[in-house]
């Protein structure tokens, strides 16, 4: 292979779409990653291709999402067509649930500020009763009051994602390949990975949390830090649920996915009896028919986040060649990866309304971020 024009660094959804996306641009890629060794939050990723409630805070990131949700179909279509992989992505609108008037006042009041937020367009969201919930939701429990419905929301196999991503990018694909030192020069950029050294014009850091000490060998600390969740998966059920839910959805398959927690335990990606028995029941409240379903798995993942949560996208201090792309919703906006960011970086420069996701926004008070989603998804 010629040499690339492009270094990816990291080969989970995020670097794997931005790569898929370069490569669509007739961009020469190298993609470098240390495989299923690293803290792979792509392997413990839920499954949603989510909008609803995303971006409290951050219009640019509400727009960015939107975005993202309505190119899924394009970017799945094509995608399972290149791979021959399906990826059991489904678009049927997905439900966020409240269980009691407390709850379900709090869901009002995220999309009320949120339809303020987005301004003339609106924010495509409805309040559901609980009466016509049972229509679409049959079995819920006494607890759920009502709910929200976004009709652009979906779900997909993550798995089956990144599998799709990694077929589709095979000859530019190098697991094994941890980045040890990065060297930039005027004409690019030198990686050490894997016992070899790597060169291009440009490269980009989209490895997670292994950002962070891929920033740190170009002087610039990222502000990300892990969160750990939790997910459950039960065996496989008769065909029950029609519609994806924040917390719970079920597969193709029949399996239910049961989640998930939000802890602060640093890089921990381990499972707790606390936090398992907490998530099933609530998973229970919501759907008591889940009382005999046996959990046949259980894992724990690390999200990353910065400290609003939400993405940074920007070129590195003093490296005008290196661009970071960090962010834990690597589901829902590979479409947007993969079709849009993609063609800016081989375009050249990212758009004017992208400077709202540079970290130079943490140099500004705290106040003005904290307006954060008690419900962000992946």
């Known amino acids: 292979m010629s040499d690339p024009d492009f270094i990816v660094l990291g080969g989970g959804l995020v670097g794997s779409a931005i790569a898929y996306g370069l490569i669509r641009q007739g961009k020469r890629v190298t993609v470098l990653d240390e495989g299923d060794v690293a803290l792979r939050a792509s392997r413990g990723n839920f499954g949603l291709v989510w909008?609803?409630?995303?971006?409290?805070?951050?219009?640019?990131?509400?727009?960015?999402?939107?975005?993202?949700?309505?190119?899924?179909?394009?970017?799945?279509?094509?995608?399972?067509?290149?791979?021959?992989?399906?990826?059991?992505?489904?678009?049927?609108?997905?439900?966020?649930?409240?269980?009691?008037?407390?709850d379900m006042e709090a869901r009002i009041e995220v999309i009320d500020k949120l339809r303020a937020q987005q301004g003339a367009e609106g924010y495509d969201c409805e309040i559901v009763e609980r009466k016509r919930l049972d229509n679409m939701l049959p079995g819920l429990g006494p607890e759920v009051v009502g709910g929200t419905y976004c009709p652009h929301d979906g779900h997909v196999s993550p798995l089956r994602l990144l599998k799709a991503l990694h077929k589709v990018i095979a000859d530019s694909y190098r697991p094994n390949s941890k980045a040890t030192a990065i060297r930039g020069s005027a004409g690019g950029f030198q990686v050490d990975a894997g016992g070899v050294t790597h060169a291009a014009p440009k490269i980009?850091?989209?490895?997670?949390?292994?950002?962070?000490?891929?920033?740190?060998?170009?002087?610039?600390?990222?502000?990300?830090?892990?969160?750990?969740?939790?997910?459950?998966?039960?065996?496989?059920?008769?065909?029950f649920l029609d519609y994806?839910?924040?917390?719970?959805?079920?597969?193709?398959?029949?399996?239910?996915?049961?989640g998930s927690s939000r802890e602060e335990v640093g890089y921990d990606n381990s499972t707790t009896p606390d936090a398992m028995h907490t998530i099933a029941g609530n998973a229970l409240r919501i759907f008591p028919r889940l009382q005999h379903a046996r959990v046949v798995r259980a894992w724990g993942a690390l999200r990353i986040l910065a400290p609003d949560e939400f993405p940074i996208y920007q070129t590195l201090p003093g490296h005008d060649g290196a661009m970071v792309a960090t962010c834990h919703s690597g589901v829902s906006l590979a479409g947007a990866h993969a079709l849009c960011f993609a063609k800016y970086l081989a375009d050249g420069a990212l758009p004017e309304h992208f400077t709202a996701f540079h970290s130079r926004r943490f140099d500004v008070p705290k106040a003005s971020y904290e307006l954060v989603d008690p419900d962000h998804h992946a």
């Open 204 to 239: 980009v850091l989209a490895a997670g949390l292994g950002n962070l000490p891929l920033g740190e060998m170009l002087g610039f600390k990222l502000p990300v830090r892990p969160q750990r969740g939790q997910i459950l998966v039960t065996e496989r059920l008769p065909a």
């Open 51 to 102: 909008v609803q409630t995303k971006g409290l805070g951050m219009p640019a990131y509400a727009d960015w999402a939107r975005l993202s949700v309505d190119v899924w179909p394009e970017f799945a279509k094509e995608l399972t067509q290149r791979s021959g992989i399906d990826m059991n992505y489904r678009k049927p609108g997905g439900f966020q649930v409240a269980l009691g008037e407390k």
């Open 244 to 258: 994806p839910l924040s917390g719970v959805r079920q597969t193709e398959e029949g399996s239910v996915l049961l």
